[in-house]
């Protein structure tokens, strides 16, 4: 009888020490609990350096942390939009050109390079706009309007008065400065980078530079170009 005391004993302390422990247990976090605002399937951001799809740098936009870039210095007032002749862009396609203007046009093969740097495709539509296309490039490359029919993205066209057309195109560009020391180029301006709307008043005289314009001037005819092609 003296032996099983003891074994009693020690059989009842062992069952109270693993009845404690489980207590203990139950009242204890493991790590892996959802904290209390997140619900199944969500992610803690905090958590995440990059989620799939993200572009390392990048900000979600949208935020109210988002930074606003502000534009380039001289880009303030430019449209967004780009520059345009009755729709056409300059380095649109053939068929962007069939689309907007039709497919009645009279085409010419220029085998002379000249200075677009490839033979040219010249479409001519009677209504009075030519549209030049490279044979390699197969790109509009140089945009010409004569009738009133087309107007440049800003509703400019033939006809209109040098006082509306120059009041327009003078608040939002800068007409560039000759290259040969003669001074600016009035009734040109630079649309994009490197691309010249020209605004000739006087188309009988042969050349795009306009003399003295004077506010009850007429546009007769409008261009689209690389300034690179030009002399």
């Avoid at 093969?109 to 490839?118: F, K, N, R, S, V």
């Avoid at 549209?131 to 945009?143: A, F, K, N, Q």
């Amino acid at each position: 009888m003296r032996l099983k005391i003891p074994l009693i004993l020690l059989v009842a302390i062992l069952s109270l020490m693993l009845i404690g422990c489980g207590r203990a247990g139950k009242g204890e976090s493991t790590g892996n609990l959802l904290q209390p605002d997140t619900k199944p399937g969500q992610v803690d951001s905090s958590s995440q350096d990059q989620l799939p799809g993200d572009t390392p740098g990048e900000v979600a936009a949208g935020g109210p942390d988002t930074p606003v870039q502000s534009p380039a210095p001289g880009q303030e007032d430019k449209p967004a939009t780009r520059a345009s002749i009755a729709g056409i862009h300059l380095g649109d396609s053939r068929e962007d050109v069939q689309r907007i203007l039709g497919d009645k046009y009279q085409e010419t093969l220029i085998d002379e390079m000249a200075y677009y740097g490839e033979k040219l495709y010249i479409m001519k539509y009677d209504a009075g706009i030519e549209v030049l296309i490279g044979r390699d490039s197969l790109e509009v490359l140089d945009i010409m309007a004569y009738s009133p029919a087309y107007a440049t993205d800003l509703g400019v066209k033939v006809g209109d008065s040098a006082k509306d057309v120059l009041a327009i195109y003078r608040t939002k560009y800068k007409e560039p400065q000759s290259r040969h020391g003669s001074g600016t180029l009035e009734g040109w301006f630079e649309v994009e980078d490197g691309v010249y709307l020209i605004f000739d008043f006087n188309k009988s005289d042969g050349s795009l530079v306009n003399g003295p314009i004077k506010d009850n001037d007429r546009v007769e005819m409008i261009r689209l170009i690389h300034s690179f092609y030009l002399d």
